[in-house]
């Protein structure tokens, strides 16, 4: 891929099959690393799949395998190659110097998608951050990678600035992202602490790449949420008002999809922003009930939210796009209430806002009660905490309808 549009650039994709993966998963593992290729704004034009039961250390396949993939590389006339899992830069050194050709992995890609995508001033710190790390450990190992001109994947971003670059240079550039990135930070805390003051109940929107978490919300809120079939379409969260059916107010929060294999370097530089789901009352998790591999999507989803330690919130899964579905519904057994919806056309959205209402009022108790004149603090504490449903002046005090937080008995 070249910026000025002349040329796509054409890759080999290639990866090891272990028998733990399978065969079918690393051919999943491999379709989706092309629809990545394709985001990047390459072509893929052939792959190579090498069973053995671990990746050489040397050079990721075996010799056998590297004179196979030259002749592959000929005959397509590709580029280079990008391999399904992250090399070491002994690896990638080694493979350039065998095929004579540009050596990209996984977690270039991803990264570059991300430096396409980044749209604010945090999302763009977030991504030349995570770009660094990863190049601070590979300036030995990745010889033409640095040093190529005139674009392609893993060229965009801070390698643009000075491909030179020097350890030193990049760890200054680390320590000052940082320093902006807690900045920040800061900011993102204020806003969470002004929420919980608020006693807003909070709604993450998590899911798997391409599930429809932005066209939900925008079927929600008329966010204006950018809403495309393509792979990490959006990045920075997007936090909309909206008022449930109940009259419950929550906010909803956009996170950035979830994917395999996500580079750690991204899970590290995005956390602040991922964090938002720690931080809320409830998971609404939404699944492509379409894809054949929904059920493993839903694997790395939960996988990614036990590695932010987001373990122990309440899911509600929404299983979209039933619009297409053809085949038997998928169904969440990790979560506390699954509901079929199609975020493009509408069907579902009232069974999924009325599951979301039944959810949050989980852990608080109804009460009905005329509370005496002299207790309007009280009254406040209940608009504050909980749910009021009603309140009507009558002669002994408020006459009040209302769902408390179970743990507030002062204001029963």
Known sequence: ??????????????????????????????????????????????????????????????????AELAELLAATEADG???????????????????????????????????????????????????????????VGMGRAMSRL???????????????????????RIGQLNSELKEVQKN???????????????VAIVGYNNAGKSTLLNRLTDAGVLSKDALFATLDPTTRNFKLPNGQEILLTDTVGFIRKLPHHLIEAFRST?????????????VDASNPNADTQMEVVYDTLRKLEIGDRKVITAMNKQDLVTEAVWKDMQAERTVRISAKTGDGIPELLDAIS????????????????????KLQGIRKYGQLLSEEYVAEGIAVKAYVPRERRDLL
């Open 188 to 202: 993102r805390d204020v806003r969470r602490l002004q929420r919980s003051r608020s006693a807003i109940p909070v």
């Open 150 to 172: 005139g674009g392609g994947i893993g060229t965009r971003g801070p390698g643009e600035k000075k491909l030179e670059v020097d350890r030193r240079t990049i760890r200054n």
């Open 274 to 286: 991922l964090e938002e789901a720690r931080y809320s009352d409830l998971i609404l998790h939404v």
């Open 1 to 66: 891929m070249y910026e000025t549009g002349e040329k796509l650039e054409r890759v080999v994709l290639v990866a090891v099959a272990s028998e733990e993966d399978g065969a079918d998963r690393v051919e999943e593992s491999l379709d989706e690393l092309a629809e990545l290729v394709k985001t990047a704004g390459a072509l893929v034009v052939g792959r190579l799949v090498q069973n053995r039961e671990s990746a050489h250390p040397g050079t990721y396949v075996g010799k056998g395998k590297i």
């Open 358 to 377: 039944e959810v949050l009022l989980e852990g608080k108790v109804y009460i009905e009660r005329v509370y005496g004149y002299d207790e309007v603090s």
């Open 81 to 139: 190659i990008v391999t399904d899992d992250e090399l070491s830069p002994v690896q990638m050194k080694n493979l350039e110097d065998a095929l004579d050709c540009n050596v990209m992995d996984r977690t270039m890609v991803i990264l570059d998608i991300f430096a396409q995508h980044a749209m604010t001033g945090e999302g763009k710190l977030q991504v030349e951050l995570a770009q660094l790390r990863y190049r601070s450990s590979r300036l």
